[in-house]
Nanobody, 118 residues
Framework: QVQLVESGGGLVQPGGSLRLSCAAS????????MNWYRQAPGKQRELVAT???????NYAGSVKGRFTISRDNGKNTVYLQMTSLLPEDTAVYYC????????????WGQGTQVTVSS
């Protein structure tokens, strides 16, 4: 059974920081590209950050320079370090795993709420 379990969300003031974690089980973690998405109320889900098995990274323009994605293959965990948070970063953040193998399995976590407000 595949599980992606996010944690680390919460309420933070503008300018603050949070680190999200996503622990994966039931997959060969090291062959998966890991993504963080977010969805704000009334908006479409958007891709925030990506890290491949080779640790190549990519970021949405709105978070570049403020967010950092990383992975620990030994712990089957991907992280999203978020700094200089803005109210517009408020959203539910979702972890996504996409296999780099021939069969492109695709899995989602349940999401974790991040609220940036004073």
């Amino acid at each position: 059974q595949v599980q992606l379990v996010e944690s680390g969300g919460g309420l933070v003031q503008p300018g603050g920081s949070l680190r999200l974690s996503c622990a994966a089980s039931g997959i060969i973690f090291m062959i998966y590209t890991m993504n963080w998405y977010r969805q704000a109320p009334g908006k479409q889900r958007e891709l925030v950050a990506t890290i491949t098995s080779a640790r190549n990274t990519n970021y949405a323009g709105s978070v570049k320079g403020r967010f950092t994605i990383s992975r620990d293959n030994g712990k089957n965990t991907v992280y999203l370090q978020m700094t200089s948070l803005l109210p517009e970063d408020t959203a539910v953040y979702y972890c996504n795993a996409v296999s780099e193998a021939t069969v492109r399995n695709n899995y989602w976590g349940q999401g974790t709420q991040v609220t940036v407000s004073s």
